[in-house]
């Protein structure tokens, strides 16, 4: 799923930290493992001391309230305890703060600076470059059952023709066409692919996202299936396609959204689902969560006491009858037994709000078991985001249980959750990676399309 890169394990995404005749930024450069992820703290004077606000533009997470900032006799410290974090600094002579962020156990050394701090640039040997030996369009179609227009680029191998096509399908987040993360362009490394080879590719920026309009912080599941179906019917009305052989290729939470379109329409022929979810959305979170901690170093009784309190909060809200206060209030009992009141609310925000709610209720297997269509299933050994035993499992099961008798699956050796050739399959390799997608995933998928596409 996506790809939001947590440093904060627990799912909560607040921090903490203090301001000093230290107002204003400070910015520093969080460096995990061989990751780095830019941190701002934004810092103002009060009546009573400081308060602050905290930046993180690699996980496009902007204005986090900090709970406590304190700074005496040149120290800075800052300390969220329900989430075991905490930051202490001590500002120099340079105008530096050399100081520790810890968290889970671990300490990572953290320094700020009132300049701006550069990250590593790495390369992306992968990403194609114009001129293209295609043909491309920027296109713009309407989902007119929610109002909301789609912009995209159209690739075909020529300009004339008849071409089969694709529609790639994004995962969680708001993303643009290319389904970009970390100066990575996934679906426009896939697009330039599939192209070159034969296949028309339609991606698009998800709503809100880009050129499209509408509003992706309401939007849920459902509502992005409708934007797929809408660029379906405009590639039906394309004189260049093939309206014979339109497949579908979702990655992450698109390869939900795959199954709930080709259960439901005769016009898709095929489908690919890359690191897809194949059980409940509420285990799918529960399981990444683990996933992720473990390999960040969490200590073993903190990641089972977290399992037990979300798992706690997702069986009311999975039991739920609908996202009211009726529910609010439940959950609300339930949290201010495991948090203190300021944390009770945010973590009550983010688990009923509209995409998160509708997301722990979703059970793939519910549109899966529609799928008539050939499905190519495919997901990495080390995914930690979406794990690929149980859920491939999952697909698999549902699938055959439906009796769909055309259904190739497959676990692809060292492969992360973008497809990446890796090392431990942790978020916070993605970036300093240089390969896109593996070859030899771009290859199973070309191998296997063209199969359907004859």
């Not at 300049?115 to 114009?130: F, H, S, T, W």
Request: aromatic share 8%.
């Amino acid at each position: 799923m996506k790809k939001t890169i947590l440093i904060i394990i627990t799912g909560l995404r607040f921090f903490i930290m203090t301001g000093q005749e230290i107002s204003g930024k400070w910015n520093g450069v969080l460096k995990i493992q061989d990751a780095q992820l830019r941190v701002v703290f934004n810092v103002s004077k009060t009546e009573n001391g400081y308060s602050s606000t905290m930046d993180s533009p690699d996980q496009k997470a902007m204005g986090i309230p900090l709970e406590k900032t304190t700074f005496e006799n040149s120290i800075l410290k800052l300390e969220i305890p329900s989430a075991q974090i905490s930051y202490q600094g001590t500002l120099n002579k340079d105008n530096i703060i050399v100081g520790t962020f810890k968290q889970g156990g671990q300490s990572i050394e953290l320094n700020l600076s009132k300049e701006i701090v550069l990250k590593k640039v790495y390369a992306r040997p992968q990403e194609p470059q114009k001129p293209f030996p295609y043909y491309t369009e920027e296109v713009k179609f309407e989902n007119k059952t929610d109002h909301v227009t789609l912009a995209g680029t159209l690739s075909l191998p020529k300009k004339d023709g008849n071409f089969p096509a694709v529609i790639l399908i994004t995962g969680s987040g708001k993303q643009n066409r290319d389904e970009e993360v970390l100066r990575h362009k996934p679906f426009l490394v896939l697009s330039d692919y599939l192209t070159k080879k034969g296949i028309a590719v339609l991606r698009f920026d998800d709503r809100g996202a880009g050129e499209s309009t509408g509003d992706f912080t309401k939007a849920t599941t459902i509502d992005f299936s409708r934007d797929v179906q809408a660029a379906v019917d405009y590639l039906k009305n394309r004189n260049e396609i093939n309206k014979d052989k339109i497949g579908l290729l979702g990655h992450s939470e698109g390869g939900i959204i795959a199954p709930i379109i080709a259960g439901n329409s005769k016009d898709i022929d095929f489908i690919v689902l890359l690191a897809a979810p194949g059980v409940r959305g509420d285990k799918l979170l529960l399981v990444q969560k683990e996933m992720l901690e473990r390999q960040f170093g969490v200590p073993e009784n903190d990641i089972q006491k977290g399992q037990e309190i979300f798992k706690g909060a997702y069986d009311i809200i999975v039991a739920s009858a609908g996202n009211d206060e009726k529910l609010k209030d439940n959950l609300s009992n339930y949290a201010q037994s495991k948090f203190d009141d300021k944390t009770s609310k945010l973590f009550i925000e983010q688990i009923t709000n509209v995409w998160w709610y509708n997301f722990l209720r979703i059970d793939p297997a519910t549109a899966l078991a529609k799928v008539k269509c050939p499905v190519l299933a495919l997901n990495g050994s080390k995914d930690l985001q979406v794990a690929s035993t149980v859920n491939l499992e999952a697909i698999k099961k549902a699938l055959i249980r439906a009796g769909n008798k055309n259904v190739t699956i497959k676990e692809l050796p060292g492969l992360n959750h973008l497809f990446q050739e890796c090392k431990t399959g942790s978020v916070q390799e993605y970036e300093t990676i240089e390969q896109t997608i593996s070859p030899v995933a771009l290859e199973e998928i070309f191998n296997w399309v063209l199969v359907q596409t004859k």
